[in-house]
């Protein structure tokens, strides 16, 4: 099968703006290594993380839903009102995911966390927004504003390092100055307002919906956990200091996390249109596809890391083996990048309960290995439970989503297979009699 022309055509534009902020991140990332002591480059780093987590959630509250949905309906109206919804419910998932976040960083000692707080909850927002703005197909105006919130976020950054004092809250202010600034220009470029309604008929819109967004919120309880765990663990057990290390390698990797994001808002509105007109086929072979794509470049990429990591010199590294932290870094995100398609053609069927338990499955797995790990190795060592965690997320999310396309195919054998095993097990029951 040939890569369909239009999506490598989005493909592009999406990861040109991916690949911008993602720019700015890394770089962002590399001046703080420098700068920081460990323990303020861990403060940092939880931050980011705890970013990861309001954009979970987000991705799975509303903008997954958001772009399933508006994907799906065939008129204006319907488009609209599930904007609606899902803006509404995008600005309050972020406000709690900012309240959270301050909370997280004032326990774990540190004095910005307000700052952090007002970080994750503007990058939420506009995470939610560049999704919706995805789905009405305006990836070059979603491109523009990445371009704005990149050199606004350079220039505040930058300002904040070289005049502030308390230099970790002054970056997490600039970034969430930048991102304001980003949805800003979105907006003004679509000229199309983010609308919020708490009137009745938008509770009950989303209300009716609940049933499976129910689900979707577990599951991004348990990826949160299954994902987030390592950091959370290693700066519980052993403190921020201890994980800046794993985040010092972890960060150069944080591209691919972007590059990924860039293939769901380009893959799932046009997965969600061929599921729509029972174009399963199609739908099956796009996702192996892409997922080879995924899987080749997340090896690529970590072996051009490999190269690089030897030269990256700082305190806050604390004389780690970087090239051993980098080994089991790969190990956590070629997997990753192989289980995307399945979680997105699960999801665009309504699976996410199947989508929970299998992140639940991963939580409980990593859980266990990674406190384990700490409690008879050093750090490094969690990135192995961490690793063996994504690897049972993506042996499960390819089990079902196989298991659920052969089922929609063969309707028929379906009930014949079922059947078939029913009886295979009383022939088995009277054989033991």
């Known amino acids: 099968m040939k890569l369909p022309g239009h999506l490598v055509r989005r493909l592009v534009l999406m990861i040109g703006g991916e690949a911008m902020q993602s720019g700015f991140h890394f770089a962002l990332n590399i001046a703080l290594l420098h700068m920081l002591s460990a323990q303020g480059y861990g403060l940092f780093a939880i931050g980011m993380v705890m970013g990861g987590v309001g954009l979970s959630y987000i991705r799975s509250l509303t903008a997954v839903p958001a772009s399933i949905w508006m994907g799906k309906s065939t008129n204006n109206a319907g488009v609209n009102a599930y904007d609606v919804a899902f803006g509404t419910a995008a600005l309050i998932v972020a406000l709690l995911m900012a309240i959270g976040t301050a909370i997280v960083m004032h326990l774990l000692g540190d004095p910005s966390g307000i700052a952090a707080g007002c970080f994750v909850g503007a990058w939420s927002l506009r995470s939610h927004m560049r999704t919706a703005f995805f789905a009405r197909r305006q990836q070059v105006i979603v491109s523009i504003s990445d371009a704005a919130f990149t050199i606004a976020g ?55 919906l609940w049933s499976q967004l129910c689900w979707s919120a577990f599951s991004a309880t348990t990826t949160n ?69 995924m899987g080749l470049g997340a090896v690529a990429y970590g072996c051009a890391i490999m190269f690089v990591l030897p030269m990256i010199k700082s305190q806050a590294l604390q004389d780690a083996s970087v090239g051993f932290i980098g080994l089991f870094v790969i190990a956590n995100f070629v997997p990753i990048m192989l289980y995307i398609m399945p979680r997105i053609v699960l999801e665009i069927m309504g699976d996410f309960r199947i989508v929970a338990f299998i992140t639940l499955g991963g939580a409980i797995v990593g859980l266990a290995l990674i406190a384990i790990l700490l409690a008879i190795a050093p750090p490094p060592w969690a990135l192995l439970g961490s690793a063996v965690s994504e690897i049972f997320v993506l042996v499960a999310s390819w089990y079902f989503v196989h298991h659920r ?3 929609i195919e063969h309707p028929d054998q379906r009930h014949d297979s079922r059947l078939g095993t029913w009886r295979r097990a009383v022939s088995f029951a009277v054989v033991r009699r």
């Open 154 to 208: 350079t220039v505040m950054a930058g300002l904040a390092i070289w005049l502030a004092r308390d230099v970790l809250q002054s970056v997490f202010y600039a970034l969430a100055a930048a991102n304001l600034f980003g949805i800003l220009v979105l907006v003004r470029l679509a000229r199309r307002t983010m609308r919020i309604s708490f009137r009745m008929p938008t509770r009950r819109r989303y209300a009716r």
């Open 225 to 293: 956990i299954q994902g987030q765990c390592l950091a959370l663990l290693v700066a519980g057990i052993a403190g921020a200091a201890a994980y800046a290390p794993l985040a010092a390698v972890l960060v150069l990797f944080a591209p691919l996390r972007i590059i990924s994001l860039a293939f769901v808002n380009m893959t799932q509105p046009e997965l969600a249109k061929l599921m729509r007109n029972n174009e399963t086929r199609r739908v099956w072979a796009q996702a192996k596809l892409w997922a080879v794509v």
């Open 405 to 407: 396309m052969w089922n």
